[in-house]
Every structure is written in structure tokens, then in C-alpha cells.
């Protein structure tokens, strides 16, 4: 099983795993987190908005549903069900190796990932756009700005956490959209990682439990927001706990993020990559 590089076959295996992912019916669920996304997210940033008799523009509800703690688990949960038969391990596998080699057939199943989860962060993008019933503007509206100011016995809501000041004080909109972007896509492929690694290792049911222990551990620690939340990838994928209210300087700066997930991207990447040389094809029909 030859490991010399071929772009086209590494291009192969990447459409042929993202048009088997696009066409599978477990894909429609992602149609229940645009609900939850309208419900916890939208829905109250509109109602503010007629209240203040302000639109909003078209990115808040995006930031909004990429700083909410309930989401930021939902997210990444919805997209490791869609994703959680991957690498698919098959009899038809060794065929495909033996005509790549691992290295090349593990590479397309990379980028099949990568293509995956922009696919999935720009349909959110673009679902948030669509329901935003907001105005094309690059910066934060006077409703998330001046709600808090007008109406300050709803300053201690769950509405005021989705955008909170710690937000729109410190950071410029179209900024923070970029961040909560790739921030997010960062943790999505960070979690995959980890299942791909336990998945090539044949132990793809340990894998799962412990990407979901992960982002279990992360949604605790953000809660109590200790310092130990840090450790985790969700608290590094939420712009507004970087930064304090009022002061310019950061919690924990936005660059330790970055540094947070290229490390961790990194380091799992390498393991990937020698599970892979220990990776046996015997008896394949029965890895799972």
C-alpha cells in the first residue's frame, strides 16, 4: 500500500465521502438545531428589536447563536451524529486503500471533514442571515448597544447573555463573526480528531464517549467559569468570556484561543497519523 501523495485521489475520496454524507437521511436533523437556533437565539434578539423599534443587523443573530452556552454544545453535538459513522471502515475500504494507499485515503477523509464542517458552519451562517429580519450593516445595532441602558430590569436576563457587553463593548461585529466562525470550526475539527483517532485505533465507541465527556466537562466549567474552563475547547470558542465588561484588556487573550487549537489540532493530527501506520486491515468487516 504505496503512501506516495496523489491530490487526485485524496480529492476523490474526499467527494465521494461528501456526497455519501450530503445524501444521507440522518442529514435532516440539522433541520431541529435551526429550530433550536430560532427559539433560543433568534426569536428573543427580534423581540427586543420590535420593543426598541430598531432592526438589527443581519450578523447579530449569528454571534448571538456562537456565544450561546446552550448552542455552543448543541452545535458541535448535532454535527458528531451526522459525522460519528466516520472513517467508514469497510470491506469496501480495503479496496480503496490498496488502490491509494492509507496515507492518501486518510488524507481524503481529512479533507472530506474540513469540507464538511465549512459546509455546516456556512449553512448556520446563512440560515442566522436569512431569520435575522435584520438590516445589512457592519456594526453592533442600537438594540444590543442601548436595550441594556433602556430597559435595565433586564439586564440579568438569558436574552442579555446572548450578546452580552462583554461583547459589543470590546470587539468590532464583523470581527467577532470571523472569530466565532473559525473558533467554532476549529473545536468541530477538533472533536473529530478525537474520533477519528479512537475510530483507527477500533474503538470507535470509547471515542465517542470521550468527545461527549469533553464538551460535557467544557459546558460544566464554563458554567462555574473557573479558570480550568480554559482547558477546555468550548470556553476557547466563545468570544465574550475572553474579555471583562468594561476594561480593553482581555481575560485570556484571543490569541491563546488560536494558539489552544492549532496545538491541539496538531498534536491529535500526529496521533492520527501513527494509528494509521499501525492500522490493520484483517478481519475489516468487523471494525467498528
Partial sequence: MANKLRLYSIMTIARSEYVRWITNPRIIIVGVLF?????????????????MNIPLTVFEPFEAIGNSGMLVMFIPCV????ISDYPIISGNTLLFVQ????????????????TAILSYMGTIFLVSILISGGE?????????RLYGAKFPEESDSFVSELLPS????????????????FLMSAYLFFLILILYLFKLMHVKSAGL???FIIIGLGVATCSLKTSVMWYFPMANTIIWLHYTEILREPIVPIWWSYFYFAAG????????IIALKKLQFTNIEQVG
Fill in 265 to 272: 489540532i496538531t498534536a491529535l493530527f500526529t496521533a492520527n
Fill in 209 to 211: 464517549i470521550a468527545v
Fill in 166 to 181: 462583554n461583547l459589543y463593548n470590546q470587539i468590532p461585529l464583523m470581527t467577532s463573526v470571523l472569530q466565532t466562525f
Fill in 79 to 82: 454535527f458528531l451524529i451526522l
Fill in 99 to 114: 488502490r491509494t494507499g492509507k496515507l492518501n485515503w486518510f488524507l481524503g477523509q481529512i479533507l472530506f471533514v474540513a
Fill in 35 to 51: 429550530v433550536f437556533m430560532r427559539t433560543l437565539s433568534v426569536e428573543p434578539l427580534l423581540e427586543r428589536a420590535e420593543k
Fill in 136 to 144: 445589512f450593516r457592519t456594526e453592533w445595532s442600537e438594540t444590543v
